[in-house]
C-alpha cells in the first residue's frame, strides 16, 4: 500500500535555530500534502497544504515566514521551522491524498516530535 | 467553515464493554473517514463513509453515515485493550478541495483489562 515516510521522527533543537521536516510519498506521486500540527491528546490542526510547483496555502493564523513549505518535487515535501521558539516545540505530521476523489483516504507520515530547548 | 463535533472526548471502559463516538456537523460531507492514532505515530484510516445511511463493519466496529451525511458513529462491540487509542472522524467536503479534511476533536479511548 501507499506509504508516507517522514524523518525526522524526532529531534532537539536549541531556541533561535531552524529545523526540517521532510515528507516523502514513497510509492506514489503527490502534487499535494498536507501539514498538521498536534498537542498532546487532541486532534490534528492543518497548518497548510503544500502544492507542487507552486506556492503552498496557509490556513488563518499561521505564520508563512515561520513556517516554510517547499514542494518541489511530486514526491516531497518540506516544512521549516524558522528560529525555532520552545514554543513551537509539538507533533508535526504530514499527509498526502492516495488519490484524486473525495473517497480517496488520507496517508500519513509517522510524525515528528520537535522539542525546542 | 465547516466543524465537525466529536464526542466523547474521553472515555475510559473495562474490556468487554461497548461503546460508541459521534461525530456531527451542521455541514454535509461528501464523505467522512473515522482513523485511529497510536501515541508517536500517525493516523491510520478505519474506514470510509460515502452514501447516506450506509453502514460499514470492521470486526467489532460498526459505523454509519448518517441519512443526510451530516453525523457519523462508530460503535466498538465488546472493546479490548488493544482498541485503546486516539479515534478521529474526518469529513470531506468533495469538489476540488479533495484530500483536506476537517477533523473532529478526536475521543481518547482507554480500555482497561
Known amino acids: 500500500g501507499a506509504v508516507v515516510s517522514q524523518h525526522p521522527s524526532w529531534v532537539i533543537c536549541k531556541s533561535g535555530t531552524s529545523v526540517k521536516i521532510e515528507c516523502r510519498s514513497l510509492?506514489?506521486?503527490?502534487?499535494?500534502m498536507f501539514w498538521y500540527r498536534q498537542f498532546p491528546k487532541q486532534s490534528l490542526m492543518l497548518m497548510a497544504t503544500?502544492?507542487?510547483?507552486?506556492?503552498?496555502?496557509?490556513e488563518q493564523g499561521v505564520e508563512k515566514d515561520k513556517f516554510l513549505i517547499n514542494h518541489a518535487s511530486l514526491t516531497l515535501s518540506t516544512l521549516t521551522v524558522t528560529s525555532a521558539h520552545p514554543e513551537d516545540s509539538s507533533f508535526y505530521i504530514c499527509s498526502a491524498p492516495g488519490g484524486r476523489g473525495s473517497t480517496s483516504p488520507l496517508h500519513f507520515g509517522n510524525g515528528t516530535r520537535l522539542t525546542v530547548t | 467553515t465547516q466543524l465537525l463535533e466529536q464526542s466523547p472526548q474521553f472515555l475510559s471502559i473495562q474490556e468487554g464493554e461497548n461503546l460508541t463516538v459521534y461525530c456531527n456537523s451542521s455541514s454535509v460531507f461528501s464523505s467522512l473517514q473515522w482513523y485511529r492514532q497510536e501515541p508517536g505515530e500517525g493516523p491510520v484510516l478505519l474506514v470510509t463513509v460515502v452514501t447516506g445511511g450506509e453502514v460499514k463493519k470492521l470486526k467489532r466496529l460498526t459505523f454509519q453515515f448518517g441519512d443526510a451525511r451530516k453525523d457519523s458513529s462508530l460503535h466498538i462491540t465488546a472493546a479490548q485493550p488493544g482498541d485503546t487509542g486516539l479515534y478521529l472522524c474526518?469529513?470531506?467536503?468533495?469538489?476540488?478541495?479533495?484530500?483536506?479534511?476537517?477533523f473532529g476533536q478526536g475521543t481518547i479511548l482507554t480500555v482497561h483489562p
Open positions: 503544500s502544492n507542487e510547483g507552486s506556492k503552498a496555502t496557509y
Open positions: 474526518a469529513g470531506n467536503a468533495g469538489g476540488t478541495s479533495y484530500g483536506k479534511l476537517t
Open positions: 510509492d506514489f506521486q503527490a502534487t499535494t
